[in-house]
């Protein structure tokens, strides 16, 4: 195989492995949290939340230290959240699997529904997994994407500055016998005999 073949393929491996879309009904769930504190300011439209922060709306899990929750003219929410570290779940739509992700700071951006992961970073769906010093990924299309570092013009942070990940093997479907297919003689039954002997 190639050597520019070879890494295009493994690329479009996980991207298939990682990729698929998130729980569509949660966007019109309400949204759930608990905190130590809270603070809100009306005229700006936004809470902010601190001390052992719990979200959830539909199938979404967001665990942090400080949230800021900012409501958007459609109806959406931005959410910054801090934590060592912040942790973010969802279920993926028509399915039973979920995507987790970590980082010390996570950002979603509710008109897109795009999930951006700051400082050592990872997402997770099954035993498939990316990491990096940036990542995104968008909900509502499964599309992800990874930086070692951040900003990119930044020297490397605490690791070695790459994105790495892991890949596993999909179960393939058994192969359907061809019904074409010659695999050998076939037993037939003999002929009635027309005249038998006579004794």
Known sequence: MPKLTRPLLLFGLLALALS????KADREKPIRYSANSLDGNEAEQSVLLSGKVEIVQGTIVL??????????????YNVSATGKPVFFRQKMDNSDEYVDAQAMRIEYLGTKDLVELYDQGWIKRGKDELRGNFLTYNSATGAFA???TWPPAATAPAGDGRVS??????????????????????????????????E
């Open 20 to 23: 698929a879309a998130a729980e």
């Open 146 to 148: 990874g930086r070692g």
């Open 165 to 198: 990940g892991v890949i596993q093997p999909r179960a393939r479907e058994p192969a359907k016998p061809d019904a074409k297919a010659d695999d050998g003689a076939k037993l037939q039954g003999a002929p009635a005999l027309a005249n038998p002997p006579k």
């Open 63 to 76: 665990k942090a230290d400080r949230v800021v929750l900012k409501q958007q003219p459609d109806g959406s």
